[in-house]
């Protein structure tokens, strides 16, 4: 089981360009969470997605960001053109069950310059 | 709103001193309680989940705690090690929801 998979570890991108954040969950998992870790502040929630279906994005930002997980493949994080306050880095959790027993990835350290 | 707060925010000890570290959440309908570690530059790693019918959960040298009523959860490291150095997190679900809600932590250094 190699656990939740995330990828690429680090993202260095110019600000204007584009960064995709992807995540495969553990096997068996079909809920999948984004959260962010911003430079000296705690995880906060982005959004909550199961396949096909984004259930709740209410901790993603209106403008730039948007997130999928389709019926194959992994679930990928999108932020358009990128500002230095994008700077974070951003892990992804699943769950076999909504809202019991999440597993952390190691996270994609996104670098605006 | 689930405010979650950690107390110590940083730790140092020498090794073989116990620890304990404290979380508070403001908001007592939960529906878990998670301990996580997270090393430098690292992800997060599952240490312990109470359920909100559970008082305590024990894994080796960790035990965590659970006061739902008083909105608090207590872990404990017995026997502290220099590897037991890093960030620990708590976070909360609350009943009827999803998300989980972090502490900003504590970081612990175990001296040698």
């Known amino acids: 089981n190699a656990g939740v998979m995330q990828n690429p570890r680090h993202l260095v991108r110019r600000r204007g360009q584009e960064a995709r954040l992807r995540c495969s969950p553990m096997?068996?998992?079909?809920?999948v969470y984004w959260y962010r870790q911003l430079p000296e502040e705690g995880l906060k929630f982005m959004v909550y997605?199961?396949?096909?279906?984004?259930?709740?994005e209410s901790g993603m930002p209106k403008e730039r960001f948007s997130a999928e997980f389709p019926k194959e493949g992994p679930s990928i994080l999108r932020i358009q053109q990128v500002v230095r306050g994008d700077s974070a880095a951003y892990f992804c959790?699943?769950?076999?069950?909504?809202?019991?027993?999440?597993?952390f990835g190691s996270g994609t350290r996104l670098t605006v310059v | 709103k689930q405010e979650v707060t950690q107390i110590p925010a940083a730790l140092s000890v020498p090794e073989g001193e116990n620890l304990v570290l404290n979380c508070s959440f403001t908001d007592s309908a939960i529906y878990n309680l998670q301990w996580f570690r997270q090393d430098p530059g690292k992800g997060l790693t599952s240490l312990l989940l109470i359920q909100s019918s559970q008082r305590e959960q024990t894994s080796g040298r960790l035990n965590a705690s659970l006061d739902k009523s008083s909105g608090r959860s207590t872990l404990y490291i017995a026997a502290s090690q220099p590897g037991d150095s890093a960030t620990y997190l708590c976070?909360?679900?609350?009943?009827?929801?999803?998300?989980?809600?972090f502490g900003a932590g504590t970081t612990v250094t175990v001296r040698a």
């Open positions: 997605l199961q396949k096909e279906n984004i259930i709740d």
């Open positions: 096997k068996g998992h079909s809920h």
């Open positions: 959790a699943s769950s076999p069950t909504e809202s019991y027993g999440y597993t």
């Open positions: 976070a909360v679900v609350r009943s009827n929801d999803y998300k989980l809600s």
